[in-house]
C-alpha cells in the first residue's frame, strides 16, 4: 500500500512546516489536490493519515481531498479529452496515442486551515 509511504511524507513535509510557524497553531485540515491518474486511492489515503495522526500533533485534523480527473491533449486534433483510466488512453477521434496529459498527475498540498493555539491564563489571587 504507497498510501502508507505518501502519508508519512505528506506528515513529515505538513510538520516543517509546522515547527517553522512563529507562535503555535493548531491544524484543522490538510487539503490535498490527487489527480486520477496516480493510483491513489483516496479513501485509503484519508483512512492512513487518520491511524497515522493519533497521539501526533496533527490529531483530530482532517484530510481533505480534492480529486483531478485525467485530461490529455491530442496534437493532432488539437481538442483535449477525457481518457478511460485502464481502458483507452488513445484520442477517441484520430486515435492518436497519449502524449499531453494536462490535468490528473497532481499529487500536493493545497492549503493547510490552521488557528493560533491560545494559552488560558488563569487569575487568581490569594
Same mark, same amino acid.
Given at each position: ?20 510557524q ?9 487539503? =490535498? ?7 491513489? @486511492?483516496?479513501?485509503?489515503?484519508? *483512512?492512513?493519515f487518520?491511524? !497515522? /495522526?493519533?497521539?501526533?500533533? =496533527? ?7 480534492? @480529486?483531478?480527473?485525467?485530461?490529455? *491533449?491530442?496534437?493532432?486534433? !488539437? /481538442?483535449?479529452?477525457?481518457p ?20 490528473g ?5 493545497d ?16
Open positions: 500500500m504507497h498510501e502508507t509511504d505518501m502519508t508519512k511524507a505528506l506528515i513529515l513535509t505538513v510538520k516543517e512546516w509546522w515547527e517553522a512563529p507562535e503555535p497553531i493548531a491544524i484543522s485540515q490538510v487539503h =490535498l489536490v490527487v489527480g486520477q491518474f496516480t493510483c491513489v @486511492e483516496p479513501v485509503s489515503l484519508q *483512512f492512513t487518520e491511524v !497515522q /495522526t493519533r497521539n501526533t500533533f =496533527l490529531e483530530g485534523a482532517t484530510l481533505v481531498i480534492r @480529486e483531478t480527473p485525467l485530461i490529455a *491533449f491530442c496534437h493532432t486534433c !488539437q /481538442t483535449e479529452y477525457s478511460v483510466i485502464g481502458l483507452q488512453y488513445a484520442c477517441p477521434d484520430c486515435r492518436s496515442p497519449l502524449d499531453d496529459i494536462r490535468s498527475r497532481e499529487l500536493k498540498i492549503r493547510i486551515e490552521y488557528a493560533p493555539v491560545s494559552v488560558s491564563v488563569s487569575n487568581t489571587t490569594c
